[in-house]
Every structure is written in structure tokens, then in C-alpha cells.
């Protein structure tokens, strides 16, 4: 079992930048696969940005050029800062664990999920 705590959400205006990060209780950290996701209302939750414990990196077209996830194994964190927000990023921010195998894309390959942070991206 791993906890994840996301922060960093709230309110910002369009072109400007947040850091979203992730707390894992960590005991095995290292071997998993960490993903962010969003949802924004009325739409199916998407793929963001996932790194792997070999530190591989995938992002999702939505916000790929904007976007940079990363880790730091010695805190049991993930990271994913993004820069010029828009206000179709609105949404609700989940960062996942991906222990086994399975898509990195797809939300069903990832077992445990935080509770969300909602970024708001004013025009």
C-alpha cells in the first residue's frame, strides 16, 4: 500500500506557473512508476506526465513543451511544474502510483491515487 498527498494547486492567472507536488509514504518509492493526471469538469480524467524509477519520462500532448515532472527518490516526492497556464488547464490534479505492468497512459495501470488538487487558471 502507498499513500500519496498532492499540493501546490490554487488559483492562478493565464501565463503564469505553478508547482504541483506529491508526498509518498515511500517505503518502496523507488521502484514505482509515478503519473499525474487531471480532470476538468464534465471530461474523462487524462494522462499529464509519468516518470519511471529508471527517471524515462512520458508526457501527454496537452500540455507537452509546458510541462516538466521529476523526482527526488531521497524525499519520497514528485514534482511536476508547469508554466504558461491556460485556462482550459483548469482542472482537478491526481498524482498516481504505477507498481506492475500496464500502459503508462492508462489510468487503470496505476494502484494507488491521492486525493487531487484543483489548479484554476483564470483568463
Known amino acids: 500500500q502507498v499513500q500519496l498527498v498532492e499540493s501546490g494547486g490554487g488559483l492562478v492567472q493565464a501565463g503564469g506557473s505553478l508547482r504541483l507536488s506529491c508526498a509518498t509514504s515511500?517505503?518502496?518509492?523507488?521502484?514505482?512508476?509515478m503519473g499525474w493526471f487531471r480532470q476538468a469538469p464534465g471530461k474523462e480524467r487524462e494522462f499529464v506526465a509519468a516518470?519511471?524509477?529508471?527517471?524515462?519520462?512520458y508526457y501527454g500532448d496537452s500540455m507537452k513543451g509546458r510541462d516538466t515532472i521529476s523526482r527526488d527518490n531521497a524525499k519520497n516526492t514528485v514534482y511536476l511544474q508547469m508554466n504558461s497556464l491556460k485556462p482550459e488547464d483548469t482542472a482537478v490534479y491526481y498524482c498516481?502510483?504505477?507498481?506492475?505492468?500496464?500502459?503508462?497512459?492508462?489510468?487503470?495501470?496505476?494502484?494507488?491515487w491521492g486525493q487531487g488538487t484543483q489548479v484554476t487558471v483564470s483568463s
Open positions: 516518470i519511471s524509477s529508471g527517471r524515462t519520462i
Open positions: 498516481a502510483a504505477k507498481g506492475g505492468g500496464g500502459l503508462i497512459q492508462s489510468m487503470a495501470a496505476y494502484a494507488y
Open positions: 515511500g517505503r518502496t518509492f523507488g521502484s514505482y512508476t
